[in-house]
């Protein structure tokens, strides 16, 4: 078992930066992939960003690329999610995912382990 506790999320205002974090506990950190999903309202929870074990790799969505980077500390059992240039369609719920099954996993049903989640607001 992983527990994932994420942290970070609140409300900033178009062009601001946030900065995710997410605990990991349990089982050993580094053997997984690592990835961030997000949900707004109304619609179905999508990839954000994803980093292999043990971190060489990484893969955005494209809506995110450029502005967000996704990188992990496995020293501290934790990774991150830098978001920059923050605009109000970011505004969702975002999630932290873990899982074993390929490289760069896009897809939620190849996560195994999900954090509760924290609210990103993004004012325009």
């Known amino acids: 078992q992983v527990q994932l506790v994420e942290s970070g999320g609140g409300l900033a205002q178009a062009g601001g930066s946030l900065r995710l974090s997410c605990a990991a506990s349990?089982?050993?950190?580094?053997?997984?992939?690592m990835g961030w999903f997000r949900q707004a309202p109304g619609k179905e929870r999508e990839f954000v960003a994803a980093?292999?074990?043990?971190?060489?790799?990484?893969d955005y969505a494209d809506s995110v690329k450029g502005r967000f980077t996704i990188s992990r500390d496995n020293a501290k059992n934790t990774v991150y999610l830098q978001m920059n240039s923050l605009k109000p369609e970011d505004t969702a719920v975002y999630y932290c995912a873990a899982g074993t099954a390929g490289v760069l996993p896009k897809n939620k049903y190849d996560y195994d382990y999900w954090g509760q989640g924290t609210q990103v607001t993004v004012s325009s």
């Open positions: 349990g089982r050993t950190f580094s053997v997984y992939r």
């Open positions: 980093i292999s074990w043990p971190g060489g790799r990484t």
